[in-house]
Structures are given as C-alpha cells and as structure tokens.
C-alpha cells in the first residue's frame, strides 16, 4: 500500500485481513530477505494505522524497517537506540510514578502523577515568573471557541481533520481550540489600539486538542491534549527585530535554567506549494529573522521551505544527552491572522495600520519538554525541579521526631523534603531515596540530634559529611537559584 523514507530507514504500510500479533512479526522478520546491495536491513517494530478508506474486516498496519548502508552504521544506530530506550521518558515516567496514560481515560491523554505534576508546577512557576519579569502579559482563554472564530481564523478550511467534531451548545457550533491565537487577537481586539501601547505580549498555558492518528501517539511527545506555554506578540513593524531578538534571548536564557544547551537555530523559509505574501514579503520578513539571530552573535541553518504557510519562523533544536536533535522552541511569524482577525493600531500619523504578530512558544508543549528533560536527565532531575529534594532517614525510631521537625524545617525553607519512618533498615531507606533519584538524603542519629545537626549525602557529590540545617541551605543556594525567574531583556 504506500512506503515512505526515514533517516533511519523506512515503513511500508500493509492492508492485512487481521492485525499483526508480535510472534506474527517475529515470523516475518526471520523469513525477510535482503533487498539489493549496498543495503544493510532489518525489520523494526509494527503499528496498526488509521485510513480515511476505513474497509470492513481489514486492518491497516504499518511495518518499520531500519535501512542503513552498512554494517557498522546498523549496529551504531542500534546501540543508540538501545541507550534511547533506556532513557526513554515512558519507562523513567512509570519508574517514578511521574505520570501515565490510561485506555479507560483515551488514548493520547495524560494523567499527571503527584511528582510529575510538580516538576510541571515548578517548571510553569519558573516559566510564568519568566514571562512576567520580562514584559508579557499573562491571560487565560478558554477550551471551546464557536465555529465562527475558527471560519476567521482559517482553521475550519485548513486544519479541520485535526479538529474534534464539535459540541452544540444553545444550536450553536463550538470546538475545542487547536490554537489559543484566536483567543489572545480577541484581547487585543477588545479596545481601541494606539502605537503607545505596542507591543503587546500575551503569554498563557493554553491547553489544546488535536487529532493525532492512533498509530502515531507516543507517550508524552505525541498526545491528543497538551498545553503549549503559549504567548502572542503584536508589535509595529520598526520593533519587530527587537521583539524577535528578545524572544530568542529569552529562549535560550530559559532552556539553559533547566541544563539544556547546545542548541542550534534554524530560519525555515517559504514553503513552495501554499504560502500567502508577496516574495518580497517574505524576503524582507526572512531577512530580519537572520537578523535577530545575528543580533545576539549566533549563527543558523536554513530550513528551505520548512515556514508555515502564513510566515517564516525560527525553531530551536536543542542536542540532548543522547546526542539527538530535538525540536523545541518556535518563533513564528504571522501574515495572515492579523489580517483576517481585522486588527489594527493607530499609528503616529492617525492612520490605521495592521500590527505584526509572532507567535511564540519556548517549551512547545508542557508535555513535549517534560519528556525532553526526563530523557536529557534521565530522570535525574536538576536540584531545584526535583519532586523531592531531600529524604530524611532517622537512624532508629526515636530519631523520627528529630527528624519530622526537620523536614517541616525545610518545608519553611522551601525544601521539599519527605522522611521515612517505615520499619525498614536505613540502609534500604537510603537506597530507596537513591532509586528515587532524590538529590539529597539527611540520615539522623544521637550525636546528630545533639548538634542539631544531620549527615548529608549527595546524589553528584557523595558523603559531604554533617551539617547544620543553614550550612547546607547556603550549599545549595546556587542549585536553587538555577531555577529563579529574572529579568533578562531590558
Ligand atoms: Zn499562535
């Protein structure tokens, strides 16, 4: 039925009278032959898909095969997969009860689990206080919208198959938003403009549904519902390099608070077949994009035709520990919205202009970048998005007052601590805090008592020896301070 190239290889899709079962696959994959020379393969792993041509009694499956040129190039993938799929964000999630899917719920929907949640408080904390900081505007839009603000914005005629039906409400039409755009326009929209108040920066968590095919759904990387840290700027044109420049900086700035670096830029460009905007246009816009980049001394790649039909943009991909190339931050640029949304500015002159509009997320998704993070980190989360960030071990039983009033100490302090008074032995209760991957472990015994004081193990450093509660919040005042929000544009 159809095939198509990856990087890695390609798949093949099938029309099969029932549905591929593992010992089916393993048959297939030891009676496959070799295709022609020069080609190294092998069968990787199946997937039932979805078809627009849904036929009774037939299944559409879909077969991965990894294709390399030679030996030595399969044999290297394959060790970076299996590093991959130790790291990979599903396993770690369910090791840590971080978060988890459930068929009783639907598919590509996602329960966040109490210390998944709170990596996802402290990251939208940070990247709130971040916004904030630095001149955004936080709102919040609601999950449905009427049909009619989905026809403006264009997403009936050209993004309909990612849409859910709709709901009735009152013999009216509603959706559930694939985009916030229209919601932060309406704002705008809601009073008259002048230039003095641009730009304009509106940033909210706005969580949206999308139609992904089953097939594809992949633990938290592809999802029917995420949240996108999601904000919208509308500015003149003479402060559109600025306000580029600064959303790249602030990008950056933030995806280095949580020890992701390494990150490369790319401008993607007019796509070929549907765009909208005269080629000047587009040159003119492509143009102060490799600006802004400039501006702050980077250099970038080229995407040729990788914009969006309404613009150019500029994507950051950051290098993750696993040495792959994994897309994050977008800013894109917006011919389109701002015209058909009617908006406009009364500019110096007392005409009417249409403002420009960026449309900007650093994380991607909330659900995206905690993957990326669980992956980059292996879990192994940075001090001060840990879930938990000290284990209390009393030495015997008659420690655990010492040490409950030591961890209700920390809590005061802004330390999440957590103390085990179970029954059983410290060094179990030790290693139980280790394989929860929880930085610090505080073991209290007589002589720690009588020094109000406790022993501290570190996760990266080792046995750093007794300390008091002060000595060890000035040690990790430098951790904790990785994780607050400033201001960083001026
Ligand atoms: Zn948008």
């Not at 840290?229 to 949580?258: G, R, V, W, Y």
């Not at 250099?299 to 150019?312: L, M, N, R, T, V």
């Not at 500015?345 to 669980?374: K, V």
């Amino acid at each position: 039925m159809g095939s198509e190239m990856t990087v890695t290889g390609f798949y093949c899709n099938f029309l099969l009278p029932s549905p591929v079962s593992p010992e089916g696959f393993e048959k297939i994959k030891a009676n496959m032959k070799a295709p022609a020379e020069p080609c190294v393969f092998e069968l990787h792993s199946f997937s039932g898909i979805h078809s627009e041509e849904d036929i009774p009694g037939k299944f559409f499956q879909r077969i991965y095969v990894l294709a390399f040129a030679t030996d030595r190039e399969l044999r290297e993938h394959k060790e970076q997969m299996k590093l991959a799929s130790e790291a990979d964000h599903r396993k770690i999630g369910a090791q840590l009860s971080l978060f988890s899917g459930s068929g009783a719920i639907g598919q590509g929907l996602v329960l966040w689990h109490p210390k998944g949640a709170m990596v996802r408080v402290l990251l939208e904390q940070y990247q709130q206080q971040m916004n904030i900081s630095n001149g955004y505007s936080w709102v919040f839009t609601p999950h449905i919208g009427k049909a009619r603000l989905w026809e403006i914005s264009g997403h009936l005629e050209n993004f309909s198959e990612d849409m859910y039906s709709p709901l009735e409400i009152d013999n009216e039409k509603y959706y559930l938003k694939p985009m916030n755009c229209p919601f932060h326009i309406s704002i705008y929209n809601s009073e008259p403009r002048s230039y003095r108040d641009l730009p304009i920066r509106y940033a909210e968590y706005g969580t949206v549904y999308r139609y992904e095919m089953s097939g594809t759904l992949h633990g938290l990387t592809r999802v029917r519902g995420f949240t996108q840290d999601d904000a919208h700027i509308f500015c003149s044109p003479e402060q559109i390099e600025m306000e580029l420049t600064n959303t790249l900086k602030l990008s950056l700035h933030t995806l280095s608070s949580f020890g992701l670096s390494g990150s490369s830029i790319y401008i993607s460009t007019r796509p070929e077949k549907k765009a909208i905007g005269s080629n000047e246009q587009w040159e003119v816009a492509i143009n102060i994009l490799k600006k802004a980049v400039r501006n702050l001394g980077l250099s970038y790649d080229i995407d040729e035709g990788g914009g969006a039909f309404y613009g150019p943009k500029i994507d950051i991909k950051l290098l993750d520990s696993l040495g792959r190339d994994v897309q994050c931050s977008t800013i894109q640029l917006d011919f389109n919205l701002p015209g058909r949304f009617g908006m406009s500015y009364m500019d110096r002159d007392g005409q009417f202009r249409t403002p420009y509009m960026i449309h900007r997320a650093l994380f991607g998704s909330i659900e995206r970048f905690m993957a990326l993070l669980t992956e980059h980190h292996k879990g192994d989360f940075l001090f001060w998005l840990a879930p938990v960030q000290v284990g209390i071990v009393p030495v015997r039983p008659s420690h655990s007052d010492y040490c409950r009033r030591l961890k209700n100490k920390l809590m005061d302090n802004g330390i999440r601590a957590e103390v085990n008074n179970g029954d059983m032995d410290m060094r179990d209760k030790i290693k139980g805090f280790s394989l929860e991957m929880i930085p610090y472990v505080f073991v209290a015994g007589d002589r720690d008592m009588e020094a109000s004081a406790f022993f501290v193990r570190s996760r990266k450093n080792g046995k750093l020896g007794q300390m008091k509660l002060e000595e060890f919040l000035s040690y990790v005042e430098p951790e904790l301070n990785e994780g607050k929000a400033k201001r960083v544009l001026d």
